[in-house]
């Protein structure tokens, strides 16, 4: 494959997103200096508005993963993925009206701070460690994948870029703290549509305009986006992405910790769910930047795909092929796009690191040394993004060694959100659940969320389900590059078929699912909790909007809590 490189100008562009991220961080460490203490450092003193923590929710969701994987993904798969508008205001609703009113009446730092309230510290320990172990694995690769597209289709140096973005999110996270990581995802949040608007306009006219992209998707079936079949081991269908899509972005929405500290940050309760609310609208505006630029991709290589055809080595170097394609003699651009595709990297790396020293300080430091000073703990906190920083980055080394495993480190984020949503729909929504249900529960959804996506990735889907839409290679100079056929499974177990075969999407529905139910049941078995010793806050009666015409109904659906006590505190 020809590598196009970078020009001076690129760099410049690139480089001028690293230096204004690193001012941010260097500003709110100048301008904070007095208030250092580790609530302002590590949920900005809870003063923060709606507008820059809404920017920056929506920034973070979309990781360099997104911003490539996305238009590849329609580019293979059809424009299917536009379904996610209707899984998107499910997520948000749930997310704002049923768990950020617990997280924020709650008065809590760590959303796991929840669980030792609601069950025990053991459940809360247990959930911490899952959670600060899968979020150092998907960030290490959320920092090594986009960097190896890139590498291979740009010639962008691999570990410079590994390595710069590494140094620059723990630089800002542990100056500046979350307003640093806040203020900086919005501004990055600015360049990726910036980034996706000139590909979108560039792209557009070397297609002859949108109409013509609309046809060619079109003739390329590419528009079949509502497609009805129920069948779980489908990809991509109208039930898939719109359930199973909800649960997989409701982990991440409703209970993760980079979400919530940044909703606990704000003001009020009213600005914490304007924030959720007006981070939909950035998400819909992505998520239609993205879909388009899919198409636009495949409306300029219908008649020589560079995947098939052996130009580039793997769908995640079709969007920096394209555009390094369409801005070849436009100096600068291309840089745009990279800019635009690590902001994507830095918002994600930021706020998990921010979010790993938040857990890190509040679950452990504090319960072993609960006496600690202001000074002190604020020190610590600086102490600890630093320490995840560096592991953040060393795990993006451990990632370029992992060859196939670094599909299966991406799912691990479905994978441990399902069972962890579980639990704490489990916590707010079940009062006679036990501590033991809680355990147990989550253990139950871990094992069913692991077994089923491990299984996959060693017996992968039959093609039939999985298969991309048709792409063409008429047109295509002949290329020295020899594909080799698939490797054929000697023998594949009958469950390979059928439950290895499940839609990822369905995923997080699993280990949500599967934690519910198991810990009712050993709720039950185990003696289940009497309400009148949980507090009121830390349940959400939604019984109340299925029984409103019954007092008596309400009250047996609220398994002894005291609702009706006035003890709720309210923001």
Not at 5 to 13: E, I, K, P, R
Not at 211 to 233: A, C, K, Q, W, Y
Not at 402 to 425: D, E, N, R, T, Y
Not at 477 to 501: C, K
């Amino acid at each position: 494959m020809e590598v196009k490189n970078f020009a001076v100008w690129d760099y410049v562009v690139f480089a001028a997103l690293f230096v204004i991220s690193s001012g941010i961080g260097v500003f709110f460490a100048i301008k904070e200096r007095k208030k250092a203490t580790s609530r302002e450092f590590l949920v900005g003193g809870r003063q923060m508005s709606f507008g820059p923590v809404a920017l920056s929710l929506t920034a973070s969701f979309m990781s360099a993963v997104t911003v490539l994987g996305t238009p590849s993904e329609v580019y293979r798969f059809g424009a299917s993925f536009l379904l996610f508008f209707i899984s998107y205001p499910f997520v948000i609703i749930l997310a704002a009206e049923l768990f950020l009113p617990v997280f924020y009446r709650s008065g809590i730092t760590s959303t796991y701070e929840y669980l030792q309230l609601r069950f025990n510290k053991p459940v809360r320990y247990a959930a911490t460690v899952i959670y600060i172990v899968q979020t150092i694995l998907y960030t290490g690769v959320v920092v090594y994948a986009p960097a190896l597209a890139l590498n291979q289709v740009t010639g962008f140096d691999l570990w410079g870029s590994v390595f710069a973005t590494g140094i620059v999110c723990t630089f800002y996270c542990t100056l500046g703290g979350l307003k640093a990581v806040v203020w900086t995802d919005a501004f990055q949040m600015v360049v990726m549509i910036v980034g996706f608007l000139t590909v979108l306009i560039q792209g557009s006219a070397h297609a002859g305009g949108l109409h013509n992209v609309i046809e060619h998707s079109t003739n390329g079936s590419r528009l079949n986006i509502f497609d009805f079949d129920v069948d779980p081991l489908r990809r991509h269908t109208f039930w898939t992405i719109s359930v199973g899509g909800t649960f997989t972005w409701l982990g991440i929405y409703g209970v993760n910790q980079s979400t919530i500290q940044r909703c606990i940050s704000c003001k009020t309760e009213k600005h914490a769910k304007l924030a959720l609310y007006f981070n939909l609208l950035g998400l819909w505006i992505i998520l239609v930047c993205a879909v388009f630029s899919g198409l636009i991709m495949y409306s300029h290589f219908k008649d020589c795909d560079p995947w098939t055809s052996g130009i580039i080595s793997a769908p995640d170097q079709l969007m920096p092929y394209f555009v390094m394609e369409i801005f070849f003699t436009m100096p600068g651009l291309p840089g745009l796009f990279v800019a635009c595709a690590f902001s994507g990297t830095l918002s994600t790396v930021a706020a998990s690191i921010n979010a790993l020293a938040t857990v890190t300080f509040e679950d452990f430091v504090k319960s072993c040394f609960p006496r600690l000073s202001d000074k002190l703990s604020t020190w610590i906190s600086k102490g600890l993004c630093l320490l995840f920083g560096v592991m953040c980055t060393s795990m993006a080394v451990a990632a370029s060694l992992m060859g196939g495993v670094v599909q299966a480190a991406l799912s691990i984020h479905g994978m441990c959100g399902g069972p962890m949503l579980g639990l704490f729909s489990l916590g707010i929504l079940f009062p006679f659940v036990n501590w033991k249900g809680a355990l147990g529960g989550l253990l139950t959804g871990i094992i069913l969320s692991f077994w089923v996506a491990i299984g996959a990735l060693i017996y992968p889907a039959p093609d039939s389900k999985t298969w991309p839409l048709p792409l063409s290679t008429d047109q295509c100079v002949p290329s020295n590059v020899t594909l080799s056929p698939p490797t054929e499974l000697s023998s594949r177990p009958a469950i390979a078929d059928t439950w290895y075969s499940l839609s990822y999407l369905y995923y997080s529905a699993v280990g949500c699912l599967g934690c519910i139910a198991a810990g009712i049941i050993i709720s039950f078995i185990t003696g289940y909790q009497t309400g009148k010793d949980i507090q009121p806050l830390l349940i959400r009666p939604v019984c109340n909007l299925f029984c409103f015409w019954s007092k008596k109904y309400k009250r047996l659906c609220w398994c002894g809590v005291q609702h009706d006590s006035g003890t709720e505190q309210v923001s």
